[in-house]
């Protein structure tokens, strides 16, 4: 006779292997202690009875379901690409399962994707560094997802808060230009006008008039190649024409040079300084070879996932009371200098 698989469970894999139920779910929890031996017995025991954990139905146990919603803008840019890359990385590796939702697009799309995601109970949210609103982030909090937060203002109860010291970064490249000689700097951003951008030029204009240098700040679009083509030729035309620019991102640095050299026939460092930040792959290019700063994306990740993970366990071993409603926990982060060939005198 046939035996039913799907009806093969872990009280039956225990009985087989010799070992307790909890033993079995232990293997079969990442991150769980359980001796080697235990683990091969459970495996082999497994295996010959073909079973397989129904990850549905442990969630409605445990009232989680394993999916963390990954709220997204600007996916292509390459910096966000790695970062994406990384998470995705980290939750597998816990055991997570990833949901993905654009934020690009202006219409109704995202609060579309963001029900699904509350639907089918997410149990945390990571909200990366971009343009999602304020309110999306509330709206998962209100439905009982945990939050990380990554290069953003909100501040939410029993919510995890990553962020960059980004001010004090673009003062270190005021520095740098003095040192190099220049005299008349400007700042290259987008409309993006999201919190972390917005921290580099307000740190940049800051440092700058404490520095007795007059800034020029101009905007543009995306925060694209092609944005930084369309401002190095907003600014380069000027009477007064910059001799070092601080591009918000690598990105756009990359479309600035390329513009100022191509078109315009500048020479850098020697005519034009020129600065980014993110230290994107490009950065390093021998084309670009990109004075930059770096983010450490690496330790964001595995960060971000060991305190949901550590939140998760403290809710089930009853050690937080307060759960979501526990204070919000805030960290910053020191962004490297990479000096390379766009500054004089680097």
């Known amino acids: 006779m046939a035996v039913d698989k799907m009806m093969i469970s872990a009280k039956d894999v225990a009985e087989l292997a010799g070992v307790s139920r909890s033993a079995v779910s232990r293997t079969y929890t990442p991150g769980a202690s359980v001796s080697a031996v235990t683990r091969a017995r459970v495996m082999r025991a497994a295996e010959e009875l073909g079973y397989h954990v129904n990850h549905l139905a442990r969630g409605l146990v445990r009232n989680r379901s394993g999916i963390v919603c990954l709220i997204v803008s600007e996916l292509a840019t390459p910096y966000r690409a790695s970062l994406v890359r990384l998470l995705t990385q980290h939750l597998q590796e816990a055991g997570k399962i990833t949901m993905l939702i654009n934020t690009d697009r202006p219409d109704d799309s995202v609060s579309q994707a963001l029900q699904q995601a509350i639907n089918f109970r997410a ?47 673009a003062g270190r490249i005021v ?13 290259a951003n987008s409309l993006a ?52 620019v601080f591009c918000v991102t690598d990105l756009l640095a990359c ?20 600065a980014g930040f993110d230290d994107i792959p490009q950065a390093a290019w021998s084309s670009y070879n990109l004075t930059t700063f770096t983010q450490p994306v690496e330790q964001f990740a595995q960060d971000a996932v060991a305190w949901l993970m550590a939140e998760e366990e403290k809710e089930e071993n009853l050690e937080s009371e307060q759960g979501l409603d526990s204070p919000g926990e805030m960290r910053m982060y020191h962004a490297d200098f990479i000096w390379r060939g766009t500054i004089r005198g680097g």
């Open 123 to 169: 149990d945390a949210s990571f909200v990366l560094s971009g343009m999602p609103d304020s309110a999306i982030a509330r709206l998962c909090h209100k439905h009982g997802q945990r939050l990380v937060l990554i290069n953003r203002n909100d501040a939410l109860p029993g919510s995890l808060s990553i962020n960059q010291d980004n001010e004090e970064a």
């Open 175 to 187: 520095m740098a230009f003095a040192r190099a000689g220049c005299q008349r700097i400007a700042f």
């Open 193 to 244: 006008g999201t919190p972390s951008l917005m921290a580099r030029e307000r740190g940049f204009i800051q440092a700058a008039h404490a520095a007795g240098l007059a800034v020029t700040v101009e905007r543009f679009g995306t925060t694209s190649y092609e944005s930084g083509q369309i401002l190095a030729h907003r600014l380069l035309t000027r009477r007064e024409r910059p001799d070092a």
């Open 255 to 274: 479309g600035f040079m390329d513009e100022a050299r191509h078109r315009f026939a500048l020479r850098i460092p020697e005519d034009l300084c020129v």
